[in-house]
């Protein structure tokens, strides 16, 4: 059964940083991209940001470009997204997927086979 996990969310103040966390188990880590996306009260899911199988590449949504880190650790089968400089409007759900899509870093749903529950990142002003 996969099962990803996030964390690491919480409430912090305008200009602070976060590190979010997603733990697989069930599937082959390595064998899949991996990608962040969240989702604000009243909105529709979006993409935040994708690393691709090897870790050499990756891709950032214009909102958090610049601001923002993806990584992952195949050994411990975690893919990360640091965030800095939080705005409140990065106030969402973040939730991690995993894709063997033969295209990544496209930022769309489809592409992704597993999602996680998500982690709730508050940014108040």
Known sequence: QVQLAESGGGSV???????LSCVASGLLFANYHWGWFRQAPG??????AAINRGGGGTAYSD?????????????????????????????????CAASTSVIWGRGREVD??????????TVSS
């Open 112 to 121: 992704y086979n597993y999602w996680g529950q998500g982690t709730q990142v």
């Open 13 to 19: 103040q305008a200009g602070d940083s976060l590190r």
């Open 43 to 48: 909105k529709e899911r979006e993409f935040v």
């Open 63 to 95: 909102s958090v470009k610049g601001r923002s880190i993806i990584s992952r650790s195949n050994l411990q089968k975690t893919v990360f997204l640091q965030m800095n400089s939080l705005k409140p409007e990065d106030t969402a759900v973040y939730s």
